[in-house]
């Protein structure tokens, strides 16, 4: 995965999956040519024809007496207790801003994220599915995780006892995590010093910030008054309502450091067994600070209605393909495209992906289904009409969204192709090295 910074355009504006050649000066994109940061940025003749006369020129705005900050120059609250690289990143940030906003033909000081974002989708077109694979530009807080600073005694000694360790935010939570464990068994265990807790890195360390704290907060209100079904103290994470741990990303921003793999799966085992734990309601607010609701269709979508001859029709779609399916009570026959199942889907895979969502309810043979697919190979086809049966089987009575939501099949399945790279046999494999 190549992944390239331009500098010369904005502080970060980060491309992930592009091709960039080792002895390349220049990225030639539809509309632009980016050169180094020692070379002018200038638009192409054909990009110049299409941009308004207006828009050469920067339009003068009069700040008025409510007038905020401008959005070019970094606050100086920003630049005061941060490390010298990291003043520098912001620095560059800004002034990536201020000529990625001259390039545009718009004022810096009014160049806002939306137009940043708007900005880099014209100057850059990407058509990869993966959203955070497209080329971005954010504040360098959002890219570099925090670093907790060690606290040290009068003496110079750390008041961290993990603090040789190398990872203190880890050792601190598995200890957490064992004192947790330790008050669902009914025993108690003291918690660090009082030294050490009074410390702002241990906070820090040991819990999640108080903005995440009161976001989530927010957000169990926001569901209420939705009516969405509230979180459950339940036995186990089956009982309650659909969760997933935070990434390793989020967790190390709210750890302060960088965890590495190993330490990031040591850490969601130990927390999911702490959450198998008979007893779990009774470290409920510990656990729901490292797990957050996962999406859920019936919440979000249209659910389908049965129409006037008892028929449900849905839509479902995996990589290029897309299926249309209708639903009804009948003996199980299902026609795909005017042909039987068996004749339309040779391979034994297929077939099983396109009824699975009968064999997960117990009601294979119960109904009819007419299908009509166009689009990718049988794999993704198969996988659409798997989608939209499990999308209709939700107009019939009886309680099916559980079951369907437990195993993943009323969300598409977002796996595409990777696509194939320049100077490369596919996607991943290369050609094969000649010495002469």
Known sequence: MALAKLRGLAGYVILRDFPVHSRCTHIQAPH??????????RLSSSAAKTQPSSATQPTETTPGPNAQLPLDQPPPEELQNVEPWMAEEIKAYYAGRRRLAKMMGRDPATFTDKDVTESLRYLLPSALSAKDARPFLKHPSLIFPKRAESAFSTDGRPLESAFYSGSTGYQNLVYEIFRHQAMADGTDVPPPQASRAESATAESSTASPEP??????????????????PLEEGTGLSNVRPLVWVKKDTLSNMLHEELSAAHYEDLIKRLVRLANHPQNSRVKDFLDQYRRPVFVYRTHAKIPQLNSTEEAMALGRRKTSTARVTVKKGRGDVVVNGMPLMEYFPRVEDRHQVLYPFMRLDLLGAYDVAVKVWGGGTTGQAGAIRLAISKAMLAFPGNHGDKLEADGLLVRDPRMVERKKPGQKKARKKFTWVKR
Do not use: F, T, Y
């Open 212 to 229: 995440l704290k009161e976001a989530g907060k927010q957000e169990e209100e926001d569901e209420a008054a939705a009516g969405k079904p």
């Open 32 to 41: 632009l040519l980016l050169l180094s940061r020692m070379q002018n940025v």
